[in-house]
């Protein structure tokens, strides 16, 4: 599983020319599931995702978490980050995994940020989605469940 996590000042997803989630200060997460994961590397996943210490405390140091800042989560589903680009120039994503399963665990992830953080708001799996966002920093952190 890997996680693209941008820290934000705002954040939405459109689909069809409509809005259809919108935070503030927070993370706008891109989640990219493999059809090696399951529920315990997803839990693995939101445990760090939702300790990460990335917002900036009183002296200017990144020491504060999600839940210190009253921070938002925007979630967005993203095979693409499972491309594999080392045979010519046309991606594969045959290391993404199957719509069935990876959706299964998008919507897991979501409903168990819920029970953290008082607002998440989500994209649709498989969807064509327009994403806007105005990077805080900027600060991006790429998290891989291989890795962590």
Known sequence: ???????????????????????????????GVSDADDRSVADKMIRKLIGLRIFEDENGKTNLA?????????LISQFTLYADCKKGNRPSFTRAGKPDAASELYEYIIAECKKQVPVVQ???FGADMK?????????????????I
Do not use: C, W, Y
């Not at 994403?131 to 890795?147: A, K, R, Y």
């Open 1 to 31: 599983m890997k996680f693209v996590i941008q820290r934000v000042r705002h954040a939405s997803v459109t689909v069809d020319q409509n809005v259809i989630g919108s935070i503030q200060k927070g993370f706008l997460v891109l989640i």
């Open 66 to 74: 999600l839940k210190d800042v009253d921070g938002q989560l925007l």
């Open 122 to 124: 989500r994209g649709i």
């Open 131 to 147: 994403v806007e966002l105005l990077n805080d920093g900027p600060f991006t952190i790429v998290l891989d469940s291989d890795e």
